[in-house]
């Protein structure tokens, strides 16, 4: 996902904090992001995205 985001033009999105949920809680966090990234969300811009 970070390979394509850069191809778009934005840099990935680099949490200074890392919540301590566990793997499977944040890799779910990371796909949730990227879903409001690619249009679930589309038309709220998430000022967490350095784009």
Request: charged share 30%.
């Amino acid at each position: 996902a970070a390979e394509i985001i850069k191809v778009l033009g934005c840099d990935p999105y680099k949490p200074e904090v890392k919540y301590d949920l566990g793997e499977e809680k944040w890799l779910h966090w990371n796909m949730s992001d990227a879903a409001n990234f690619y249009g679930v969300d589309s038309n709220i811009i998430d000022p967490r995205k350095k784009c």
